[in-house]
């Protein structure tokens, strides 16, 4: 039986980052997935403070060549209710940062991670599924599909929603859908997108367009489940002529590039994020909407928070990592789960007074700075307004003394 300090079981973004974070942790690595993996055709936007982690594994310049930068991120009401919000634009010079974050093709992205895991002597592949995992006092037995059994003195869990190491660890979970689903293509366009995101917020949910390099961008429509089904039947001339209306042509002339997928919207978040020497990260953790920007970034969150816990962990003791990490991420999920529900919730809703606090949000963000930057920083990083606050402080105690 083969034996590890660390087994990650998954090796989509979230687990092969969190291997990739872990490999000079000095333990030994397992990562555990079938090989097999279908075209992902979406893309991923990563916050400033995720780039900053990428920095630190050697991986982005790698990966900044097929990312665009999001300088400018702007929300438009799309809807024809009688409360109407007004424009609302967020630029990254508002906070002192060249750019929010980049977006970033998912094939790509994961393409570069399997070439670096297979260049990292510390990580062992193995290319099978877990059909069990049983925890006993010194460490959890994971059983794979051809038979072989391994032992981790910790196994994470980065195997998605309907993950097995979370069934292992008896952790329980509350699910939740919506009767929307997400429309996802990437598409050309006549004119330069000049790095800014727009969502329009429309009465079935927001329609977000995210710059890709050159003339492209990626996007994500959230349609009710039957008009999203109509759309990907759609001829290529017929599915960009109503994405650039949607957009009232914006961008000029759109070309779909491929075929559209789609997605049911639900919402998933573990009772718990780690147990005894389990720990659960992305989607085995938490999933809801792509609005925001949240999800990977949340999940980038989890393999920080990991590493430092690792780090701490000298020499290796195990035992109690889970609760240990669970009492760590519980602020920062919880709170992110609750926004983008209710963020999605409040466009759906036809109620007068939910409409009116929605525009009157968004209105006193285009009018406050203050609290357009406060809402910016908290978007990029949690707490970030307050660590902005206290280095403006010391700057001018600085500047004073001096």
């Known amino acids: 039986m083969r034996q590890f300090d660390i087994a990650i079981v998954g090796a989509g973004l979230a687990g092969s980052l969190a291997a990739l974070a872990l490999s000079d942790s000095g333990r030994s690595i397992a990562l555990i997935a079938p090989p097999a993996r279908a075209t992902d055709g979406r893309t991923t936007a990563l916050m400033d403070q995720s780039i900053a982690f990428l920095k630190t594994l ?20 799309g809807t024809s ?16 940062l060249p750019a929010f974050g980049y977006n970033i093709p998912n094939a790509p992205f994961l393409d570069i991670l399997d070439a670096r895991l297979a260049a990292d002597s510390n990580i062992v592949r193995l290319e099978d599924g877990v059909t069990a995992a049983t925890s006993f006092e010194t460490g ?71 710059p890709l ?16 089904s109509r759309m990907r039947e759609l001829s290529a001339a017929e599915l960009s002529r109503a994405v650039e209306e949607r957009m009232q042509s914006m961008l000029g002339r ?33 999933a809801f909407p792509p609005i925001g920007a949240q999800g990977l970034n949340l999940s980038l969150r989890d393999i920080m928070a990991l590493r430092d816990l690792i780090r701490i962990d000298e020499p290796a003791n195990y035992s109690g990592i889970g609760e240990r990490f669970d ?39 285009s009018a406050l700075g203050p609290l357009r930057s406060i809402v910016m920083r908290e978007g990029i990083e949690p707490l970030g307004s307050l660590k902005a606050f206290r280095e403006n402080l010391r700057e001018r105690v600085a500047r004073k003394q001096a």
Not at 185 to 191: D, G, M, Q, V
Not at 213 to 228: D, T
Not at 260 to 279: C, D, E, I, Y
Not at 330 to 359: E, G, H, K, M, Y
């Open 213 to 228: 390099p050159g003339n492209r961008s990626s996007l994500v429509w959230v349609l009710p489940p039957k008009e999203a």
């Open 58 to 77: 050697g991986l982005w310049d790698d990966i900044a060549r097929h990312a665009a930068a999001l300088e400018t991120m702007q929300i438009l009401d």
């Open 81 to 96: 209710r009688l409360l109407r919000a007004p424009p609302v634009a967020f630029r990254a010079s508002e906070v002192d």
């Open 327 to 365: 009492r760590k991420r519980q602020a920062d999920i919880r709170s992110r789960t609750v926004s983008v529900d209710l963020l999605n919730r409040s466009l759906l809703s036809d109620f007068l007074p939910v409409q009116f606090l929605r525009s009157a949000g968004l209105h006193l963000l």
């Open 140 to 210: 959890i037995e994971l059983a794979l599909d051809s038979g072989e059994r391994v032992t981790a003195a910790l196994v994470v869990g980065a195997d998605g929603r309907k993950s097995r190491i979370r069934d292992g660890a008896g952790i329980s979970v509350r699910n939740w859908s919506y009767p929307q689903s997400a429309l996802v293509l990437n598409f050309a366009h006549e004119r330069p997108h000049n790095n800014v995101s727009t969502e329009f917020h429309t009465e079935s949910g927001p329609f977000t367009q995210v």
């Open 254 to 286: 759109v070309t779909v590039d491929g075929s559209a997928q789609s997605f049911p919207l639900s919402g998933m978040t573990a009772n718990h994020f780690g147990k005894g020497r389990f720990v659960l990260v992305g989607e085995a953790a938490h």
